[in-house]
T-cell receptor
Framework: EAQVTQNPRYLITVTGKKLTVTCSQNMNHEYMSWYRQDPGLGLRQIYYSMNVEVTDKGDVPEGYKVSRKEKRNFPLILESPSPNQTSLYFC???????????FGPGTRLTVL | AQRVTQPEKLLSVFKGAPVELKCNYS??????LFWYVQYSRQRLQLLMRHISRESIKGFTADLNKGETSFHLKKPFAQEEDSAMYYC????????????FGPGTRFSVLP
């Protein structure tokens, strides 16, 4: 089954404790993205990747890192999480730049 | 710069009423426009994209380049249409961002 998976689905952590949210897709898609969804603000793109080892900042990249060492994986790294990073995070992938995006199930992160 | 606006944060209609969810965009080139839907506690899923010109779940959307709009319409609302709706735009150049509008929370009242 073609899908985008994320782990963990729920995470509660404390300020400053490094964490990684994994994202994997099995569709051989070139493009992958991370979004955060906040009430009243919709979805905002954090980072995106056009291919292996090619990443670029989205609209709200501060406080986040990403890597794309393999085509299928695109982890999101919070080196020192802060409470303002409490949000619902979605990973997405697509085949080409103008193609349909497929979304993961979301990761609800709470930073205390 | 790419930008998508959805002027209504909240929209409620009665069952059977016509629906129009508004979306306007700004983009200097030829955009790809999408509508995504997010039902309660679920992931976003594609509802439609403008190039397919299909009617999905009774919804249609026409790209109006003159008005830079991509409004979503349905003649008769159903209760199962209640969801969050996002309009999105993708630029056609390499490395172009995929930009979402702020979303409209749409409710169908019985």
């Amino acid at each position: 089954e073609a899908q985008v998976t994320q782990n963990p689905r729920y995470l509660i952590t404390v300020t400053g404790k490094k964490l990684t949210v994994t994202c994997s897709q099995n569709m051989n898609h070139e493009y992958m993205s991370w979004y955060r969804q906040d009430p009243g603000l919709g979805l905002r793109q954090i980072y995106y990747s056009m291919n292996v080892e090619v990443t670029d900042k989205g609209d709200v990249p501060e406080g986040y890192k990403v890597s794309r060492k393999e085509k299928r994986n695109f982890p999101l790294i919070l080196e020192s999480p802060s409470p303002n990073q409490t949000s619902l995070y979605f990973c997405a992938s697509r085949r080409e730049v103008t193609d349909t995006q497929y979304f993961g199930p979301g990761t609800r992160l709470t930073v205390l | 710069a790419q930008r998508v606006t959805q002027p209504e944060k909240l929209l409620s209609v009665f069952k059977g009423a016509p629906v129009e969810l508004k979306c306007n965009y700004s983009y200097s080139g030829s955009p790809e426009l999408f509508w995504y839907v997010q039902y309660s506690r679920q992931r976003l899923q594609l509802l439609m994209r403008h190039i397919s010109r299909e009617s999905i779940k009774g919804f249609t959307a026409d790209l109006n380049k003159g008005e830079t709009s991509f409004h979503l319409k349905k003649p008769f609302a159903q209760e199962e249409d209640s969801a969050m709706y996002y309009c999105a735009l993708s630029g056609s150049g390499p490395g172009q961002n995929f930009v979402f509008g702020p979303g409209t929370r749409f409710s169908v009242l019985p």
